[in-house]
Every structure is written in C-alpha cells, then in structure tokens.
C-alpha cells in the first residue's frame, strides 16, 4: 500500500465524530451516559448503515421480547461507524465484512472483533443502460467502491465478467492502478454511497447490496456478481463488531443469537437483500481466525 493511500484511508478513519452523530436517525444521541457500558444501562447502541431497512424495527421488538433495549444508530457511509464503534459512542456495529474490519484495524490501530457472523451478500454489477455484460462497448466506463475492500471485490468482479484484466490475476488488495492497460472498460473509483445514483453517467456501476434496494435498483439491472459459496469469499463474511474488552459480554452474545435465530428477522434480511443474502451463523472461532489471517495479509501488503 502507497504511502499515499493509507494517509487517505487514514484522513477518512479520521473523520470527526460530529460528522457520524449528524448522520444517526435515532432519537438518541451517541455519546449520552448510557452509550460504552456494555448494556449495563439497559440501552445497546447498534451503529448500521441503511437503519432504514424494516427489519431493523422487527429485531428491535424481537430484542425487547427478550428485555434487551435496542438502539439503532444509522450511518450514511462506511467510514463512521468503526470509529464511533472504538470511541465508545456505540456498543456495537453491524454493517461490515472481515477484510474491511481487517483494513480498519491495520491502518488505524485498532483491535476491533467479530463476535457473531450475519451474511455474505455478493456483491453486484449493475446496468440502467445495458442488458447484458456483453452489449457494454469498449471503451466505456464502470464506477466501482472507492473503499480498499470493497474496490478490489469489485475489480475481481469485472474481471470475471471480461471487462478488465488485472495484473498478476488480481487480489483482494487490487485498486484501479492494477487493471492492465488494453482492458475492454475504464474504472473510475467513487464513494460507496454514490455508485449507485452515478449510475446515469456510467455505462454500468458494481453497487454494495446496502444501496441496492434504497436507490431503487432491480434484479434486472443486474448484469453480473460473485459467488458466495466460493471458499475465498469466507473474509467477505458481514459481521457484529465490537470492542475486544467486549467480545464475551453475554448481551452483545444474545443480541448475535437473536438476529440470527429470530424468523422474521431472518426473513426481512433476505428481503432486504433481494433474496440474494446467503444467510450465516458462522463460529465466531473461525471468524476471529480470518481476521486476524487477513490482517497478517494486510500489514504484509503494506
């Protein structure tokens, strides 16, 4: 990774924290008495990214059936909710997979851990142009994540559909500067939360499954994704996070248990996703192990 690179994933770790308290659409504020205290107080503090999605009102009321108060705080892009996570402005999050988890840590120091698996979602090539990968002419172009992560899942994503080639085959640490110079398609990286509504000046965009529905997109614009039953897709596992001084508490444990184990949650994920979401309950042993190995693989990338 360029010294420049990581000063800018670093400058975006390092949003300020007023930046992510104007985005929660709760009626809580991140930061009051009862927010880091491990439940203690009887309110947990979930950061997401897409609050607005109904099943996040269906675990609510599933957690409170079980006397858990749930607070879920919405945040507008991918870069806020881990530093909030680690300041204590809440007591857990749930919007990210390992390998972004893994990059956050790297690059900002930080021990952040899984503590219960939810979905690999896969990740998807959409169109409002072109029907088919194949009508894309050459020598247009696809917007992708700008996100570490989440830009390399996209490239491999174009390359399996032979709209890029990336050097050396490509890796989960590919960025635009790897594609190989005759690709059929250009690539231009864009915030996450903008792939998709970019799409009007692109002949196609690969859009994280969070913004999929909520930009009004349907399975017929989708033109290509990647397969989540492939092996090298377990890093891209979604994840409850939490602080590692609370990776056994027993209410953040059931809060995992009661996403995962409740049916109409369950349901309202899977609707959420456009039925694409292949639904986990993964053993938090191996998620820990996958991120501590893509962490090893991150500093060595380095």
């Known amino acids: 990774m360029s010294t420049s690179r990581t000063a800018k994933l670093l400058a975006a770790l390092a949003l300020p924290l007023v930046l992510a308290l104007g985005a929660c659409a709760s009626s809580a504020t991140p930061g009051a008495s009862d927010a880091g205290t491990g439940g203690t107080s009887g309110l947990v503090k979930i950061g997401v990214v897409g609050a607005g999605d109904p099943y996040w009102a ?27 996570l680690s300041a204590g402005e809440l007591d857990l999050n749930q919007f990210q997979h390992i390998i972004y988890l893994a990059t956050y840590n790297v690059n900002a120091g930080d021990d952040l851990v899984p503590i ?109 994704q990647d397969d989540p039953a492939d092996a090298a897709a377990f890093p891209y596992i979604n994840i409850f996070a939490a602080r590692a001084a609370d990776a056994d508490n027993p209410t953040y444990l059931k809060l995992v248990k009661i996403y995962q184990e409740t049916q109409a949650v369950q349901d309202g994920v899977q609707e959420a996703s456009g039925n694409s979401a292949v639904l986990l309950k993964t053993p938090v042993a191996d998620l820990v192990a996958s991120l501590k190995k893509t962490e090893d693989e991150v500093r060595a990338h380095q």
């Open 58 to 84: 269906t675990y609510k009321e599933a957690a409170a059936a079980e006397g858990i108060d749930v607070d879920i705080v919405n945040f507008d892009s991918y870069d806020q909710p881990n530093p909030a």
């Open 116 to 224: 219960g698996a939810t979905a690999i979602y896969p990740l998807g090539l959409y169109s409002t142009k072109y029907k088919d990968v194949s009508a894309i002419p050459a020598g247009e172009k696809i917007a992708v994540p700008n996100d570490e992560s989440n830009q390399a899942r996209a490239l491999l994503v174009l390359q399996s559909a032979g709209l890029i080639t990336l050097k050396d085959g490509g890796s989960v640490f590919a960025t635009v500067a790897d594609i190989e110079p005759g690709s059929k398609v250009s690539v231009e990286a864009v915030a996450a939360d903008f792939t998709a509504t970019s799409l009007p000046d692109f002949a196609g965009a690969v859009v994280n499954n969070d913004f999929v529905a909520k930009s009004g997109l349907t399975e017929d614009q989708l033109l290509a």
